[in-house]
């Protein structure tokens, strides 16, 4: 069965600066994808970035990044320019052919003025 | 586009009532949806899968009997909670997608906040 796992269940970061949120999962199957999403206080659901298994270079939108390390399964946010409405609950996420999503723990940000 | 509504948006029964709450994808068809369900600061649990026109696929530990799920046409699931009880109380979620085979993107309603008094 696959997991996903975020280790950090709280950060902060300043205004602008630079944060890494850390993912890693655990998997057999060798294509599969992974998300980020953003859950802010409304609640609702919104996809940050996503990443196809079989591609090798990272996925980038604005300033929004990923680290993917297939070896080491690992797949990290990166958030440039940090804003104040980046604010929210984020998680990482596994998709294999199911098509099912397995979310990991979430990770709150917190972003400072 | 991709828009996913869920009514209501937040609702308050009394122990042992039932409760419907509704999925619609407002502008795709949507063969496939999804619920989960979120305990404050935790994250979304995989529910039941359902695709339209068949039974519902529970997921492990999820009480099919207590957790009615109907997919009756590609815009529109429902989550029936029945004889609710105060632990039933949490955050709904949906999600709808083209298909379950290969990566169809999952895009989610805005949620339900049930409340059981």
């Known amino acids: 069965a696959q997991t996903v796992t975020q280790s950090q269940p709280e950060m902060s970061v300043q205004e602008a600066e630079t944060v890494t949120l850390s993912c890693t999962y655990d998997?057999?199957?060798?294509?599969?994808?992974l998300f980020w999403y953003k859950q802010p206080p409304s609640r609702q659901m919104i996809l940050v970035i996503r990443?196809?298994?079989?591609?090798?270079q990272n996925a980038t939108e604005n300033r929004f990044s990923v680290n993917f390390q297939k070896a080491a399964k690992s797949f990290s946010l990166k958030i440039s320019d940090s804003q104040l409405g980046d604010t929210a609950m984020y998680f990482c996420?596994?998709?294999?052919?199911?098509?099912?999503?397995?979310f990991g723990q979430g990770t709150t940000l917190q972003v400072k003025p | 586009g991709a828009v996913v509504s869920q009514h209501p948006s937040w609702v308050i029964c009394k122990s042992g009532t039932s409760v419907k709450i509704e999925c619609r994808s407002l502008?795709?068809?949507?063969?496939?949806m999804f619920w989960y369900r979120q305990f404050p600061k935790q994250s979304l649990m995989l529910m039941a899968t359902?695709?339209?026109?068949?039974?519902?696929?529970?997921e492990q530990g999820v009480e099919k009997d207590k957790f009615l799920i109907n997919h009756a046409s590609l815009t529109l699931s429902t989550l029936t909670v029945t004889s609710a009880h105060p632990e039933d109380s949490s955050f709904y979620i949906c999600?709808?997608?083209?298909?379950?085979?290969?990566?169809?993107?999952?895009?989610f309603g805005p949620g339900t906040r049930l409340t059981v008094l």
């Open positions: 999600s709808a997608s083209t298909g379950i085979r290969g990566y169809n993107e999952q895009f």
């Open positions: 998997t057999s199957e060798s294509n599969y994808y």
């Open positions: 990443q196809e298994a079989y591609k090798q």
């Open positions: 996420a596994f998709m294999s052919n199911t098509g099912k999503l397995i």
């Open positions: 502008d795709f068809q949507a063969t496939t």
């Open positions: 359902s695709n339209e026109g068949s039974k519902a696929t529970y």
